[in-house]
């Protein structure tokens, strides 16, 4: 038959297939559909910026040749042992129990071999991962699931989770299916019932609170671990001012394309803000408390290339973060895999149902013979080139602006192609000079 | 007179930092790295994180009041409290014993999953929330929301317990001699049969109570909440 196009047919814009599909399983199951991978729909991102490359008034630098560092420090204001990374670019937290134990350990090995450091997740701290990671940063969340103090010295850093996001305000879900015997215990959890994690801390409430547990955590750990406050972007210019007074070395903000392991699909499209909004809010907070790349900022949410890295650093990160990415390249949505998704309901380049537990590529599950497919070695190695390749694409940029540290880009190397993100950028519409709510 | 053995000396003479004097700081960096098995600490003055953090077997009694989060995270320590502690003390304790003379406020021996944690008397709200295997006895009563997504261990109170009690527990094991304002979803009230007025002795006997484990009434997990469905509102 001709595609309905072809024939004439209009299709609704209000009611798409996707929505049409979602009204239909709605009334068919009476459930909401919970799913992995972040927001799906448009927002302003970064490739709504482009960068000013030197010209006349700016001289750049010669690409492969010049130095251009990349190499970072994050938490050296009260802890004593600060982390040395060489590269802007960290794996965010992803729990063992959403992903498997390869998955977990090839992020590690990835992580390592180009110099940065990988996170726990929301269950606890694996020996695979800790024994593959030079770097690991340790979760303090919620749910504490696994939470061990012998953990928490064991760490490099510790992230304490406010929110993801993909899910500012949510707790966490695991379903039953991804509670193995393993899972289960390190959660302290019956095997295979459908696991809740909590939103909100067990043991402190509200800004105040939380700077005397963070002044606990320094204690347990002798000051010398860095201490993160990880939030999902909403009221960023808030939270991170908050964040600051509460005693965080390290903020990091999630923005709403952040990846998630399972959530409400309501959830994951309409809750948070696009991470090109947080940015510059977060950055304002920063500098108006006089410790902008004191207190460093780790910012995530749909980064994919170099020039998402070099956009992010010029609006004033220090670092950031991947999730969705690095499983993409371990291998999730893989061609290879492309019967096996269809058989799954969905395709390959689609798939996002990391909540069942029967991914193909052996990454999001807890099946034996699905997560055998994944070999630890060979799965690190493919992240750490891909962490190498984000690395001189943002580099090659940095040179053009001639910058000699990637860190040095600023806003001021940045223009908006929309009227949209030049006001949540703050960064002028190309070709102008205007900064939508900032005057002429 | 025998010589008496390293231990015995320092039951007798334990080591004193008198936080007038000194800082957390120097107490907790002792406690991590202990030179001696007994401590004491003098004028706490309600400061927080005392004793955070201990890995040893080691003794600290803290003569006064503590802020929050005391003894947090304890492994093998046994701390006493003469006084009252203040939020989340014993917070995610892995094992060892502490023990509150006084009160204890909100979220005591939160998602702690080991270990004995007595409080002589009564805890405030989120008493044992998310508890993880730990024990916890309390002489009075517990405020609301305690034993909050419980998930293991056992929580006895000799008094009242606040309205919520046990909200989307798991298989945490409550015991409540006296009242109890209303249940949380999901927890129920359950038979006490011979093995929980057993269990239930022992622990009373480890907390050095002596009422009746007949007199207590046993709630935990309906088990209605394990799968999420469309049925009821909490998926
Ligand atoms: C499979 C998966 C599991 C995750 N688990 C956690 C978690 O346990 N804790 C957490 O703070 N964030 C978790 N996240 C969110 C990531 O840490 C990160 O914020 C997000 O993936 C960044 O966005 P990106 O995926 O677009 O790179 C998870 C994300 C994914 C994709």
Redesign the pocket.
């Known amino acids: 038959m001709k595609d309905p196009a072809e024939r004439g047919l209009r299709e609704s814009a209000t009611f798409d297939r996707a929505t049409i599909a979602a009204i239909q399983h709605a009334a068919r199951t009476g459930v909401y559909d919970i799913r ?3 927001a799906k729909r448009a927002v302003p991102h970064f490739d709504d910026l482009l960068v000013l490359g030197a010209s006349m008034s700016r001289y750049p630098l010669e690409g492969y040749r010049e130095r251009c560092d990349t190499d970072v420090v994050l938490g050296d204001r009260h802890a004593t042992r600060p982390l040395h990374l060489d590269i802007p670019v960290t794996i ?4 063992f129990g ?2 498997s134990a390869q998955a977990k350990e090839a992020l590690g090995r990835g992580a390592s071999e180009v110099g940065t450091s990988t ?1 726990t ?3 606890g701290m694996t020996d695979e991962e800790r024994g593959e990671s030079k770097t690991l940063v340790y ?1 303090l ?1 919620p749910s504490r699931y696994g939470m061990n103090p012998d953990h928490l010295r064991a760490a490099d850093a510790i ?1 304490v ?1 406010l929110g ?3 899910k500012p305000g949510g707790g ?1 879900m695991l379903l039953g299916q991804k509670i193995s015997d393993r899972v289960a215990e390190m959660r302290t959890l019956p095997p295979g019932i459908d696991q809740r994690s909590a939103c909100r801390h067990p043991d402190w409430t509200g800004p105040d609170d939380l700077a005397i547990k963070i002044g606990e955590l320094r204690e347990i750990t002798d000051w010398e671990k860095p201490i993160y406050v ?1 939030v999902g972007a909403t009221r960023t210019y808030y939270d991170v001012k908050l964040a600051v007074a509460a005693g965080a070395d390290v903020v990091v903000v ?2 709403m ?5 399972a959530t409400q699909e309501v959830f994951i499209e309409h809750v948070g803000i696009p991470i090109l909004a947080a940015i510059p809010q977060a950055a304002l907070a920063l500098q108006e408390l006089g410790v902008h790349r004191k207190v460093q900022l780790i910012v ?4 994919r290339t170099g020039a998402d890295v070099a956009k992010a650093m010029a609006l004033g990160a220090d670092a950031v ?7 993409i390249a371990l291998g999730d949505n893989d061609p290879q895999y492309a019967a096996e998704y269809e058989a799954l309901g969905s395709g390959a380049g689609y798939y996002d149902d ?1 909540q069942d537990g029967r991914d193909p590529a052996g990454i ?1 599950t807890q099946d034996p013979e699905l997560s055998a497919r994944l070999d630890p070695v060979e799965g690190g190695r493919r992240v750490a080139n891909y962490l190498r390749v984000l690395t001189m694409e943002a580099q090659t940029l940095a040179r053009a602006c001639g910058k000699g540290h990637v860190r040095h880009l600023e806003p001021e190397d940045l223009v908006a192609l929309t009227i949209e993100a030049a006001a949540m950028a703050r960064v002028p519409l190309a070709g102008t000079s205007w900064i939508p709510g900032h005057g002429l | 007179m025998a010589a008496l053995s390293r231990a015995e000396a320092d039951a007798r003479s334990p080591v004193v930092f008198d936080l007038h004097e000194t800082t957390v700081r120097a107490l907790n960096a002792e406690l991590h790295a202990p030179t001696a098995t007994s401590y004491e600490v003098l004028h706490p003055q309600g400061a927080h994180s005392l004793g955070a953090g201990i890995h040893d077997e080691i003794d600290v009694a803290v003569r006064g009041h503590a802020g929050y989060f005391c003894a947090g995270m304890n492994k093998l320590g046994r701390v006493v409290v003469d006084g009252s502690a203040g939020n989340g003390v014993a917070e995610n304790m892995m094992s060892g014993s502490v023990r509150v003379r006084g009160d204890a406020s909100q979220s005591a021996g939160a998602t702690g999953r080991g270990g004995l944690l007595v409080i002589e008397g009564s805890a405030s709200m989120r008493c044992g929330i998310s508890m993880k295997g730990i024990d916890i006895v309390v002489g009075g009563s517990v405020g609301p929301m305690s034993a909050f997504m419980a998930q293991a261990g056992r929580l006895v109170v000799c008094g009242d317990a606040g309205d919520g009690l046990g909200d989307s527990i798991y298989e945490a094991r409550l015991y409540v001699r006296g009242s109890v304002g209303t249940l949380g979803a999901d927890c129920v009230e359950k038979p006490l049969r011979d093995e929980h007025v057993a269990e239930l002795g022992e622990l009373l006997d480890a907390a050095g109570l002596d009422h009746r484990p007949e007199e207590f009434r046993r709630f935990g997990s309906a088990r209605g909440l394990y799968h999420f469905t469309g049925d009821h509102g909490s998926y």
């Open positions: 992995g991978w972040g965010a937290g992803m729990s959403a992903l996170t997740g929301d269950g979760q969340l992230e989770v993801q996001g993909a966490g990880k999630d923005g394309q952040g990846g998630t392991a995530s949410g749909g980064i973060a991947i999730g969705t990415a690095a499983l990391f999001t």
